[in-house]
């Protein structure tokens, strides 16, 4: 019997793989991923999958071909695999409704956010950062898969704790910020962010790192000259027939 093929394209990562450690095959800057088949098609409608959270991620690790450790992909170049995915499971043009007005975008026309000049520059993803009004020095990171689901089950412990608690700006501090002043201990960090970490400064920091983030630019400017938006990924984004 003749070897069954399927197609598979490279993708670019916005991080150009420049975050990674020199070892990983992420940093490389690409990946290949292969198109959607029928067994794709049953992660998508796993009941269990989609009650439990893990329906994309199943999804993204049976399409991607290259051999990388998901847990260290950074969010944004998670994105841009999930947009890839969709292209290569259902076609380039996704529909969806805005202010109650419906757009059809060309997904494959969407490009990578300009590399900021100071991810060029960076190392093993740790950037240093003035906090404005306090004048605290801090290293940070740019969070990977594994850090979301930490702080994801973090957070979950915490509303065991107390029900009504609602600490996610802090918890996600906690797993950004490596360092405060030269001190790495996470105790320490986790006290400063507790008790010493200013709203503005929270605040200064969260645009920075906005700015800063690798990402895909979902940015939408209507063909009728009305205000840009950023395309909003919905229900019917890996399931149309929705």
Known sequence: ??????????????????????????AKGVIEMKYMTAREEDILTNQSYIRNGTVLD???????????????????????????????????????NHNNESYTVDLSTLENKPLHVDVEKCKNNEFSFELPHSHNNIT????????????????????????????????????IITSVEGNREKKDVREFVDNYFLAKDSRALRE?????????????????????FNIPVGVSFFWPDL
């Open 1 to 26: 019997m003749s070897e069954f093929k399927i197609p598979t394209e490279t993708i670019e990562l916005p991080s150009k793989g420049l975050l990674y450690p020199s070892d990983s095959e992420l």
């Open 58 to 96: 199943k999804l993204m690790k049976s399409l991607i071909v290259t051999k990388i450790n998901y847990d260290e992909l950074l969010v944004g170049d998670k994105n841009a695999i999930m947009i890839a995915a969709r292209v290569l499971g259902y076609g380039k043009d996704y529909t969806f």
């Open 140 to 175: 940070f990171r740019l969070l990977t898969h594994k850090d979301e689901q930490d702080i994801n089950r973090e957070l979950e412990g915490l509303k065991k704790i107390n029900k009504d608690a609602s600490p996610e700006l802090s918890t996600r501090m906690k797993f």
């Open 208 to 228: 920075y790192i906005k700015e800063l983030q690798p990402d895909v630019d979902m940015s939408y400017f209507p063909s009728d000259g009305g205000s840009g």
